[in-house]
């Protein structure tokens, strides 16, 4: 089944005009809330907008991105106290990126679809949900109803990119 989701998942950049329901958030939620984090520390705030007034508000930060603000949600997850851990790579990036993953892999099973957001402003997202200045926001996804179909992208082959020893 997690084969199929992965395999099927695209980032959706058109959404219908409808309202991702409260239970169905609440599950993407979840899926966010049971994630791994480094010794399990759970040190995640999820970020979430489902009102129309609001996606418009929010999405205003996600720079030119237009499609944004007719998604049914945006969700967002921002780390405390974000430090290095041993290996030197970001523990709020790595725990931020599992959460989202495993949302995104939710939301395809529940038939939502979503697009994660590499431009946005970071910052504005922050400012507009009023958080301490102790936590940086990681990332932030669209989600809702596909209102198109992409093709998959090009990959490139298992060859170009293992490196076995």
């Avoid at 009102?51 to 944004?68: G, M, R």
């Avoid at 200045?133 to 090009?154: L, R």
């Amino acid at each position: 089944m997690i084969e199929k989701l992965i395999k099927n998942r695209r980032s959706i950049r058109k959404y219908q005009d409808k309202k991702i329901p409260s239970d169905i958030l609440d599950q993407l939620i979840e899926s966010a809330r049971l994630a791994p984090t480094a010794s399990n520390q759970q040190d995640l705030k999820l970020l979430v907008v489902d009102e129309p007034e609001k996606v418009q508000a929010l999405a205003n930060s996600a720079d030119t991105q237009a499609f944004v603000q007719t998604a049914g949600a945006i969700i967002g997850i921002a780390c405390h106290n974000d430090r290095p851990m041993k290996c030197g790579i970001s523990k709020g990036i790595v725990d931020a990126s599992i959460a989202m993953s495993f949302m995104v892999l939710q939301a395809e099973e529940l038939g939502i679809g979503s697009c994660w957001l590499g431009s946005f402003d970071a910052d504005a997202v922050s400012k507009y949900f009023e958080l301490p200045d102790d936590h940086t926001v990681v990332c932030i996804t669209a989600f809702g109803y596909a209102d198109e179909a992409p093709n998959a992208k090009p990959r490139k082959s298992t060859e170009e990119l293992l490196i076995k020893k």
